[in-house]
């Protein structure tokens, strides 16, 4: 009862594997859950995909076979894709939301039985800005975010009456092999190629010069370790005003800014 038990999906790289380090080294208990198994001091790893039900059932199960709770949830597994709505394929935007959306509950269903018998819980999801203030060119992935922070939303309702606490994470550009990792759909031959191409250029940029997935890892951990927190929480002070104004200013207007800089 003293250690915390934490799991972290798409805890092999990036954020994630930046965060149950972090975890670690407060002093929690720390299984990650991926498909990749890249040794992590201080963690174990657990085999699964969190689209596949059953796989994230069973290394769920093997967590409470081993420690009987499971006091922290990090759903960070996700990936990006960039290109314009009307070129992209069906296949691409339905994977797209299979990992970011419906991962992520198959892991949370998963996991809450477990909490709502313990009476208590933290459960914090990746989301992004971008989820409050939709990309151009990166729609799909948007729409992932947007979904990931009103399921958190409807989520904190349903259980607060058993003692658990829910927070969607709103990062900004953070430097991760999530950059590298985009799936790209540069849309030649296509009207929008030169703007795709240009709008991505400049999210890349701003990514790779962005916060370190270590100091971004050690933000998510310490909101973990508290009992609640607001519903929402940016990562960084340019990223907590950019969440102020996205609420203050005319939708009109945020949007027409957004698309100034990702849309031109």
């Keep these: 009862m003293d250690k915390k038990i934490a799991v972290v999906t798409g805890g092999s790289s990036g954020i994630g594997?930046?965060?149950?380090?972090?975890?670690?080294?407060?002093?929690?208990?720390?299984?990650?859950?991926?498909?990749?198994?890249?040794?992590?001091?201080?963690?174990?790893?657990?085999?699964?995909?969190?689209?596949?039900?059953?796989?994230?059932?069973?290394?769920?199960?093997?967590?409470?076979?081993?420690?009987?709770?499971?006091?922290?949830?990090?759903?960070?597994?996700?990936?990006?894709?960039?290109?314009?709505?009307?070129?992209?394929?069906?296949?691409?935007?339905?994977?797209?939301?299979?990992?970011?959306?419906?991962?992520?509950?198959n892991v949370t269903r998963a996991v809450l039985p477990y909490m709502r018998e313990q009476k208590s819980g933290r459960i914090l999801c990746l989301s992004s800005i971008a989820g409050i203030l939709p990309i151009p060119f990166q729609l799909w992935y948007s729409v992932s975010k947007a979904a990931i922070a009103a399921y958190v939303l409807a989520l904190q309702n349903e259980v607060r009456p058993y003692g658990i606490t829910v927070c969607a994470i709103l990062p900004g550009d953070i430097a991760t092999g999530f950059t590298d990792a985009r799936q790209k759909d540069d849309c030649a031959d296509s009207v929008y190629s030169g703007r795709v191409l240009r709008s991505v250029k400049t999210m890349e940029k701003d990514e790779r010069e962005g916060m370190s997935a270590e100091k971004a890892g050690s933000y998510i951990a310490k909101l973990a370790m508290k009992k609640r927190t607001r519903p929402l929480k940016a990562i960084g002070f340019s990223y907590k005003a950019v969440a102020v104004?996205?609420?203050?200013?005319?939708?009109?207007?945020?949007n027409y800014i957004v698309g100034k800089i990702y849309a031109k």
Excluded: F, W
Aim: hydrophobic share 40%; proline share 2%.
């Design 17 to 105: 594997r930046a965060t149950a380090k972090a975890l670690s080294e407060k002093g929690c208990v720390v299984y990650e859950l991926s498909r990749r198994d890249i040794p992590l001091h201080g963690v174990t790893h657990l085999k699964a995909d969190v689209t596949d039900e059953a796989q994230v059932k069973e290394a769920i199960e093997a967590v409470i076979n081993q420690e009987g709770r499971i006091d922290i949830l990090i759903n960070n597994a996700g990936y990006g894709i960039s290109g314009a709505a009307e070129t992209t394929a069906s296949k691409d935007s339905h994977a797209q939301l299979e990992l970011n959306l419906y991962g992520m509950d």
């Design 245 to 254: 104004l996205a609420k203050l200013l005319p939708r009109r207007l945020s």
